[in-house]
């Protein structure tokens, strides 16, 4: 595999891995996640570092991207936490 199919195919899985996130389907993102992992130790195991700037410029490109996405996420969970904490203080009031 070249560095350029190499990087198509991590920004493929970085697209679908924010896919997943906007979906909530966080099964498939840790499946995707694995699969992108495996395919960069792979890569990594055969491709020696070459001091790439360009290349290494696109690697961390893709992992800001996620980290957005995963921060976002998080802040979206938060809020749904806090929301739904709010109606089960609320509704356990009809129990008593």
Do not use: P
């Not at 899985?13 to 099964?27: G, V």
């Amino acid at each position: 595999m070249t560095k350029s199919e190499f990087l198509d195919q991590f920004k493929i899985f970085n697209e679908q891995i924010e896919a997943a996130l906007a979906a909530q389907n966080f099964d498939r993102v840790v499946n995707l996640d694995l699969a992108r992992r495996d395919m960069l130790h792979e890569f990594t195991a055969t491709n020696g570092a070459d001091d790439d700037q360009h290349f290494f410029e696109a690697l961390e490109a893709c992992a800001a991207d996620n980290a957005r996405a995963i921060t976002q996420m998080t802040r979206e969970m938060s809020q749904v936490q806090k929301a739904t904490g709010s109606k089960l203080r609320c509704l356990s009031g009809y129990r008593d």
